[in-house]
């Protein structure tokens, strides 16, 4: 389908002998969020591994932009136009947050005196460092941009990875538990930002705080035990016996449904 950003098709995984995935096939459309939920230990995090090259799969298809490939390796994703966030921050301790941002924006970019060897032309630094400034601006992070990663609060730290990832111009952007140890501002903030993203790019994300999930996501995916159980608009979703049933354990009472939202 040509509106078809990223599909992947019967994706399966075992690490030793445990499945992690079985048969998980998703499409993100374009300029689309699509959400990716379930319970801990469902595979959310194992797609995204796959997707971003650091986990392998025992089969499945990848297909990006209509055309079919193996699944990226990771130096192949800012070429794919791919980035990710990670669960939890991820910055680097040592580097300033602009260095931080602009190091998601060019893999050869070494700061210091990395760069009088391998490095790049003070032209195409100034070049990075403005792409960065224009990312870290767009998550309202400008006032960050000589701190260091240990100076600055959780929400500001999630700001720079999210900059961070936003630097190539990403078209699919996985982020993973954005919203996890946020407050209820910094979740609308990021809530507002991400739908403003969604115009120049597609995101998947997993996540679990439900209000979120609801209000930003086009579509949500259920995985329960490595399996997809359900797929279509939240609302339906968390209607669906399977899908109660993997949060709850059972479906007896479904007005205890309060993982899944009123
Ligand atoms: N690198 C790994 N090695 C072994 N088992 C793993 C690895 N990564 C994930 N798993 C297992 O795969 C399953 C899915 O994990 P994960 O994708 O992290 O779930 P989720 O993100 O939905 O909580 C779990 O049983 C987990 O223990
Ligand atoms: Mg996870």
Known sequence: MSSSLLSISKLSVSFGGVKALTDVSLDVPKNSVVGLIGPNGAGKTTVFNCISGLVKSDSGTFAFEGVEREFPKPHELVDLGITRTLQG????????????????????????????????????????????????????????????????????????????????????????????GLGQDDIDALASLIKQIKRRCSILIVEHHVDFVREISDTVNVLNFGKLIATGHYDEVKRDPAVIEAYLGHTDNPGENSKLGA
């Open 89 to 180: 921050v991820g910055l680097f301790n040592e580097l300033s947050v602009i260095q931080n941002v602009m190091v998601g924006a060019d893999k050869n970019y070494k700061p210091n005196f990395m760069k009088e060897l391998f490095g790049l032309s003070g032209k195409v630094e100034a070049g990075l460092k403005q792409r960065a400034e224009e990312a870290l601006a767009w998550v309202g992070g400008s006032a960050l941009i000589d701190s260091k990663p240990s100076e600055l609060s959780y929400p500001d730290s999630k700001r720079v990875a999210l900059a961070r990832a936003l630097v190539i111009n990403p078209k699919l952007l996985l982020l993973d538990e954005p919203a996890a």
